[in-house]
């Protein structure tokens, strides 16, 4: 699996998104979205800056986020809601859209330690996609954990999407719909990504 070191605030700053979307409270003071409009971006900038942001706020790499795409533009609809669709409803993402942990990268990792199962079954592949009617808990050795507790109360004002049905006291949630791309909590213009890639 590859590592990614590169700071996030430094990173969330030059994509221009909030840390927030990352799950960090601490704002960098020097973030400032009149800096990054300076220079003149030209098109394929945008669509590149586009596709950087998606990939580094789901810890996707190319080879992946590119088979993403491939599979959101065989389905129905528009292919950049396919993608976030298909984004949304990866198993790391879910867990920490559960408030199950404090950062997707975060949740990446207790994924991959074996702490969730999907309909009782362990699943400890953060790609895995989950689907209509599924139902994610925390394993039962896990529930004691003060770790997930210590979660858990940092994440209680974490607004939990709707698409999501919240089980607090059994640390579940079932899969209500698929989420789309009304349901993400920053902005994004996914038709650049199409656009780069269709060339």
Same mark, same amino acid.
């Given at each position: 699996?590859?590592?990614?070191?590169?700071? %996030?605030?430094?990173?969330?700053?030059? @994509?221009?998104?909030?840390?927030?979307? $990352? &799950?960090? !409270?601490?704002?960098? #003071?020097?973030?400032?979205?009149?800096?990054?409009?300076?220079?003149?971006?030209?098109?394929?900038?945008?669509?590149?800056?586009?596709?950087?942001?998606?990939?580094?706020?789901?810890?996707?790499?190319?080879?992946?986020?590119?088979?993403?795409?491939?599979?959101?533009?065989?389905?129905?609809?528009?292919?950049?809601?396919?993608? %976030?669709?298909?984004?949304?409803?990866? @198993?790391?993402?879910?867990?920490?859209? $559960? &408030?199950? !942990?404090?950062?997707? #990268?975060?949740?990446?990792?207790?994924?991959?330690?074996?702490?969730?199962?999907?309909?009782?079954?362990?699943?400890?592949?953060?790609?895995?996609?989950?689907?209509?009617?599924?139902?994610?808990?925390?394993?039962?050795?896990?529930?004691?954990?003060?770790?997930?507790?210590?979660?858990?109360?940092?994440?209680?004002?974490?607004?939990?999407?709707?698409?999501?049905?919240?089980?607090?006291?059994?640390?579940?949630?079932?899969?209500?719909?698929?989420?789309?791309?009304?349901?993400?909590?920053?902005?994004?213009?996914?038709?650049?990504?199409?656009?780069?890639?269709?060339?």
């Amino acid at each position: 699996m590859a590592l990614n070191k590169e700071p %996030i605030l430094k990173r969330c700053r030059y @994509l221009g998104i909030s840390p927030m979307v $990352m &799950g960090i !409270s601490k704002e960098s #003071r020097r973030f400032s979205k009149d800096k990054n409009n300076r220079k003149k971006v030209s098109e394929y900038g945008m669509q590149l800056k586009e596709k950087q942001k998606l990939k580094f706020i789901y810890g996707v790499l190319e080879k992946p986020f590119y088979h993403y795409f491939e599979i959101a533009a065989k389905m129905e609809g528009k292919t950049g809601d396919n993608l %976030i669709t298909i984004l949304e409803s990866r @198993l790391d993402n879910v867990v920490y859209r $559960m &408030g199950l !942990s404090l950062t997707r #990268r975060e949740s990446r990792q207790l994924v991959s330690h074996g702490h969730f199962t999907v309909n009782g079954k362990r699943v400890d592949i953060p790609s895995y996609r989950v689907h209509v009617g599924d139902v994610i808990a925390l394993c039962e050795k896990s529930r004691s954990s003060e770790k997930f507790k210590d979660v858990v109360e940092q994440t209680a004002t974490r607004v939990v999407p709707i698409w999501l049905e919240p089980d607090k006291a059994n640390f579940s949630a079932k899969v209500l719909r698929m989420p789309t791309a009304e349901d993400i909590d920053y902005e994004t213009e996914t038709h650049l990504i199409v656009e780069l890639y269709s060339k």
